[in-house]
């Protein structure tokens, strides 16, 4: 039932946006070229802005006078804005046109999950698995990543997600989370990330996932189970009694809420979860369903009209514009529903 508390956060974990910073077209251009924007998504520069935008109407253009499309030069406006031109080519005429492109403001999640570094394999004289000699004390510098500055006093391993290195047999390596550096969010050089991996699991022949003490010496009690080592290990002989059970007595749950030092660990164990949803069946068809809501959105044309008046092109287009401006409110609104009705499927399953 606590599943049930916690599938809202991975819900909106799962359609949160990442952390990037490039240009895309403002609302101006959005409204007006909706398809032709949605194709284009964000880039880098202007300069490569301008050509994926034309790029997209050259693939979504259905009218057969309009030809030779080519993007143009993009001028500065202030440190977050530009317009970017390109022309095209009707009935013989050369055409100028120009789209606005504004910069995206970076979006910090407030964890992210790394590969540590490859380290030695120790073999444990308590339990005989196998561990990673390594610990999250060693991330000694923050880490920058998209734009955003994440804290190396900040790591915490989740204590199950380490595996030996593809193929070796004497080293291996643990992810871990850091957390952002609220404080002073951004940085400018990428530095210190790996993207976290799945290597081979540490102790085969028992549990694939089982990556001990955030890849440290175990604890003399952990890594093993009752029955191992006695009476044959079989776990069926020698028992005739009843198990018993001791009150721990009562637990101060708000306590643990409230801990500052558990916040990380939170923060921590949701992402974890994310992940293992966004890999499950149900997390890799929410994705699927998620792009093809988006593919479709992207996929159509509004149809318009060029009519050549003494010499002059009008263009009619103004029925795009009242779509545009409603098209995302119908979009939330049946991705909502659609959302509902796979959650319904889902729980009833």
């Known amino acids: 039932m606590k599943f049930l508390y916690v599938l809202p956060l ?3 974990a799962l359609f949160s946006s990442s952390a990037f910073a490039g240009w895309k077209c403002n609302t101006t251009t959005t409204a007006g070229f909706p398809s032709q924007c949605s194709r284009a998504s964000v880039k880098d520069s202007p300069e490569t802005l ?8 050259v693939a979504l253009n259905t ?20 317009i970017c031109g390109y022309s095209y080519t009707s009935f013989g005429t050369v055409t100028n046109n120009s789209i606005g492109a504004i910069k995206e403001a970076v979006v ?9 570094p490859d380290s030695p394999l120790i073999k444990s004289s308590t339990d005989g698995k196998y561990y990673v000699s390594w610990r999250t004390e060693s991330v000694e510098s923050d880490i920058c990543h998209n734009s955003c500055s994440y804290l190396a006093s900040s ?3 989740t204590g199950s997600s380490c595996y030996r290195s593809s193929g070796s047999t004497s080293s291996g390596f643990c992810n871990f989370f850091v957390g952002l550096n609220s404080p002073s969010p951004s940085c400018s050089a990428e ?18 996932g089982d990556g001990g003490d955030d890849g440290t010496d175990p604890d003399p009690g952990d890594g093993g189970n009752p029955g191992d080592g006695g009476d044959g290990g079989d776990g069926d ?27 990380v660990h939170y923060q921590a164990f949701v992402h974890g979860m994310q992940v293992d949803l966004n890999h499950s069946g149900f997390g890799v068809a929410m994705e699927e369903f998620q792009q093809k809501i988006s593919a479709s959105n992207s996929g159509g044309t509004c149809p318009t009209a060029d009519i050549a008046i003494l010499g002059t092109i009008i263009t009619f287009d103004a029925h795009c514009v009242l779509f545009a401006e409603i098209s995302p409110i ?9 959302c509902l009705v796979a959650l319904r499927v889902f729980l009833s399953a």
Do not use: H
């Open 191 to 208: 530095a210190g990330y790996t993207a976290p991996a799945v290597g081979d699991p540490l102790n085969p022949s028992t549990d694939p």
């Open 50 to 57: 301008i050509t994926a935008f034309v790029d997209a109407v």
């Open 63 to 82: 009218n057969v006078n309009r030809k030779d499309y080519k993007a143009g030069v993009c001028t500065m406006n202030g440190s977050e804005n530009a």
């Open 330 to 338: 119908l979009s939330a609104v049946f991705l909502a529903a659609w």
């Open 155 to 157: 790591a915490q391993s």
């Open 108 to 116: 910090c999640p407030g964890t992210i999950e790394v590969r540590g």
């Open 237 to 263: 002989s020698g028992f005739d009694g009843e198990l018993s059970f001791s009150n721990p007595g009562s637990l101060k749950a708000d306590s643990v809420l409230d801990s500052e030092v558990n916040a």
């Open 10 to 12: 991975l819900f909106l």
